[in-house]
């Protein structure tokens, strides 16, 4: 199937040509013709899949055939986009801005994080489309400079990371600004009840859009796995990013201290890196991200929530650092490589602890993921740093059999209980 055979109309379409878009992903091909037909949606679909585009697409056609009525004052804003980040919020506002720019709709994005004055002018003049996060548009509502009134068509999206960044009571009093009627859109990568229970307080017998997980871990994406102690995880990154294989990496970790930790060892190492997560200040994650896309920094470290809404150009890899607990999540990380029929590869290093992790993500996409056994540190049955890794000699004790777990435990315990001793018998002096 075509863009074409989506009957949209010429001004989209030539803004999709002008852009290199012939055919429609698969949220996209099913999610336009139902919005167009004016039903509500609910849609589970992951990074990478362009699902920005199979709302924006629509919405722009809908807001555009439809007559504006007369009003008195500013333009009233006609759609509404919510979602949980700032760096979401600016890709959204980019796609509305790509695909309506051969119609006259006109987009503003609000976010917190900066000074609300310049947002508040340029919204003197009025918009058709307002992408905002919760807590900014609440303040302005609040502040009565946002109306919402008129809301023809609303989009929540990254359901499932408001509810993870504890955003739900923000979501619902928004809502309860918005007219009865209304279209409305609902996105979210996972379905968690919380989610479904949210989705239904304010959609009306919804069409359900799903694109399994499975299919969007796309084969143009080479998977590796490599098996190392977790203390060792910063010496194999480490040793990946001296050569050159690797242009680029978002590098993901389970923490924000695990991110800056994972920064600052690579920006040690000689590897220009950033870090980017919920605790950095938003211009301060906007100038990671900016130095990232410009190739001023070769490595970008993120926690999931603050790499929602990085959409990166030949961005050749992913490395999971640390795997998730959640295994949906690890599809929506390598979904930042391999895009639009791109290669990419995703590389995973995996500890002892995160094994069943591992499985889970194998269970959910239905896919082994190769091993990679020739590397300097492989697992071993205790957490050891190797000391000469260029060798891969395995840690052996003094009598140069190799050293277990259990008698790597047994001489810490002999080595404290010494100590302890010692202690003791200085404090009775």
């Not at 506002?93 to 609300?116: D, M, P, R």
């Not at 695990?258 to 190492?269: N, S």
């Not at 929602?308 to 999971?320: C, E």
Request: hydrophobic fraction near 35%.
């Amino acid at each position: 199937m075509k863009f074409e055979n989506l009957n949209l109309i010429q001004p989209i379409l030539k803004a999709l040509q002008s852009e290199g878009y012939t055919t429609p992903t698969p949220v996209q091909e099913k999610a336009i013709p139902l919005i167009l037909q004016k039903k509500d949606i609910i849609g589970c679909a992951q990074t990478g899949t362009g699902k920005t585009a199979a709302f924006a697409i629509p919405i722009l056609q809908l807001l555009s055939e439809k007559k504006n009525l007369p009003f008195k004052g500013k333009k009233p804003i006609r759609s509404l986009i919510l979602t949980p980040t700032r760096e979401l919020a600016i890709q959204i506002g980019e796609s509305f801005a790509t695909y309506g720019k051969q119609t006259s709709l006109q987009c503003k994005v609000i976010y917190g994080g900066v000074n609300q004055h310049s947002q508040v002018q340029a919204l003197q003049s009025g918009y058709d489309i307002l992408v905002a996060t919760p807590g900014r548009l609440l303040d302005l509502i609040n502040q009565r400079y946002v109306n919402l009134s008129k809301v023809e068509f609303f989009v929540l999206d990254e359901a499932d990371r408001m509810l993870d960044m504890g955003f739900v009571n923000d979501v619902k009093k928004v809502i309860k600004q918005l007219p009865a009627r209304k279209q409305s859109l609902f996105f979210s990568a996972t379905m968690p009840p919380a989610i479904v229970n949210l989705a239904d307080t304010f959609l009306v017998n919804p069409s359900k859009v799903e694109i399994t997980p499975s299919s969007t871990t796309v084969e143009s994406i080479d998977q590796k796995v490599y098996f190392v102690d977790k203390r060792n995880k910063r010496h194999l990154l480490s040793d990946l990013l001296k050569g050159r294989d690797i242009d680029r990496a978002l590098v993901f970790t389970r923490t924000k201290h695990g991110a800056d930790r994972v920064a600052r060892d690579l920006t040690k190492a000689g590897v220009k890196s950033q870090a980017i997560h919920g605790n950095k200040s938003q211009n301060a994650r906007q100038a990671a991200l900016g130095n990232f896309k410009s190739n001023i920094t070769r490595v970008l470290v993120a926690t999931d929530i603050a790499a929602r809404g990085i959409d990166i150009d030949d961005l050749t890899h992913v490395i999971n650092f640390d795997l998730p607990n959640i295994p949906e999540s690890y599809v929506h990380r390598i979904g930042r490589t391999g895009r639009a029929g791109e290669s990419g590869t995703a590389i995973a290093f995996c500890d002892a602890e995160e094994k069943a992790y591992l499985k889970d993500i194998q269970k959910l996409t239905g896919r082994l993921v190769p091993v990679v056994d020739d590397h300097s540190y492989p697992l071993m049955e205790h957490d050891i740093v190797k000391k000469d890794p260029p060798n891969r000699q395995r840690s052996s004790g003094s009598n140069g059999r190799k050293v277990t777990g259990r008698t790597f435990r047994s001489n810490q315990n002999s080595q404290k209980n010494t100590e302890n001793a010692s202690r003791r018998s200085r404090f009775r002096k």
